[in-house]
């Protein structure tokens, strides 16, 4: 017998076909009863979302033998919004979930996305549960000291968000809301990037926030590691970053009237091969008609003057590390082993334990932070190879 085609991702009416029954305000949907020893999958939406957002899942593993249902909580999913339902606290929907794993009976998973992990984890906390299944739970009021979005209008839909919006909204750093407009210009799909030193850190954060127009990442020695990083909880790290904005901008507000000190090509490439000893005398010289600019007393650095060591904004560098796990595009890292100045100090123990599946790591002997100066042909050759 050939198998039925499979529906449409945005087709959800496999819930309408399943029987459904009252439960504390909710409604419980079905798609495989409790079996007498199997734990049932119970599925808890989000704020603005029912039951048939599950639809596939229930599909999937009913087909599977799993018992499954999913629930619409008080009114959501279509259900009639009652008089005092803009009072309703998470307490409230906790109940709901609670009566549904009474009614299923026998173990429950329960699981719970964005708003509907509240419930769930309030409902585990009450009652005995087979396992708990969290999606991009939601902490309460979401993060302390976020912008609030603009409402959305009464009355009409709301488009999806465009590339800008993406990138005001997620992108924090201007940095990344440029490099996302250089996408924009170049190519509707998906493409490789490549990014050396901050920006190999920065080409990490915007894979991890726009996945879905990167199709490979080239990774060379962009890879910040403080070895002392805190081990504490992602709250805290939120902590964390709220003194860095402040620490950051308090050093904006004394910086805003520097600027670079001015000076020869010659001098300038003497200062930039103090922290670049490895380079070449020459190189060094004809890079500073490329990245200063002249003016009457002289040469300066187009760098921003108020930058620091060890950081390119309010955050720190090594923090870009920590998206590196999450990437599910092919990944390059290139790492050079000699420590210069103007690195990051990072070692291959650093990088490995961080490294996403299937990505290649490949560290370099006798090789500084510039590794595609120095190396230029192996590189290439990684990068053709990685991208073919």
């Known amino acids: 017998m050939p198998h039925a085609p499979a529906p449409h991702h945005l087709d959800f009416s496999f819930v309408d076909t399943l029987p459904a029954q009252p439960v504390a305000g909710g409604r419980l949907v079905t798609a495989l009863p409790a079996g007498p020893d199997a734990a049932t999958l119970l599925w808890v939406p989000g704020a603005f979302h029912g039951a048939w957002c599950y ?19 008080p009114g959501h999913g279509g259900l009639p919004q009652a008089a005092d339902f803009t009072r309703l606290a998470i307490a409230d929907l906790a109940g709901c979930v609670q009566a549904a794993c009474d009614r299923i009976g026998g173990p429950v998973i329960v699981a719970g996305h964005s708003m509907g992990a509240l419930p769930v984890l309030l409902c585990a906390a009450s009652r005995p549960v087979a396992a708990v299944v969290l999606m991009a739970p939601s902490p309460p009021a979401n993060l302390a000291g976020a912008r609030a979005l603009p409402a959305v209008p009464a009355g009409r839909a709301v488009a999806p968000p465009g590339l800008a919006d993406i990138g005001t909204r997620f992108l924090p750093v201007p940095d990344l809301r440029d490099a996302a407009a250089v996408l924009d210009s170049t190519s509707d799909g998906a493409i490789p990037i490549l990014g050396h030193s901050k920006g190999g850190a920065l080409m990490l954060q915007l894979a991890d926030a726009l996945p879905h127009r990167v199709s490979h990442v080239v990774n060379l020695d962009g890879l910040p590691s403080a070895r002392s990083w805190p081990d504490v909880p ?21 910086a805003a009237d520097k600027i670079r000190r001015p000076g020869t090509i010659e001098e300038l490439a003497e200062r930039r091969g103090r922290m ?12 500073v008609p490329i990245g200063a600019y002249e003016e009457a007393d002289g ?43 103007m690195g990051w100090g990072t070692l291959p123990e650093d990088v490995v334990p961080n490294l996403p599946a299937g ?7 006798g090789v500084g932070h510039f590794v595609h100066i120095e190396k230029p042909a192996v590189v290439a050759d990684l990068t053709l190879e990685l991208i073919s």
């Open 55 to 73: 639809a596939h899942y229930l599909r999937f593993f009913a087909a599977h033998g799993v018992p499954c249902a999913a629930l619409d909580l």
């Open 299 to 341: 040469w300066r650095w187009k760098i921003d003057a108020s930058m620091r060591m060890g950081g390119f904004g309010p955050w720190r560098p090594e923090w870009s590390m920590s998206r590196l796990p999450s990437l599910g595009m092919p990944v390059l890292c290139v790492l050079g082993l000699d420590i210069e100045v």
């Open 276 to 287: 670049n000893p490895r380079m070449d005398p020459d190189w060094l010289r004809y890079l």
């Open 359 to 365: 990505a290649r790591f490949v560290p370099l002997d």
């Open 234 to 254: 992602d709250h805290h790290r939120t902590r964390l970053l709220n003194g860095e904005l402040a620490g950051w901008l308090d050093h904006r507000r004394v």
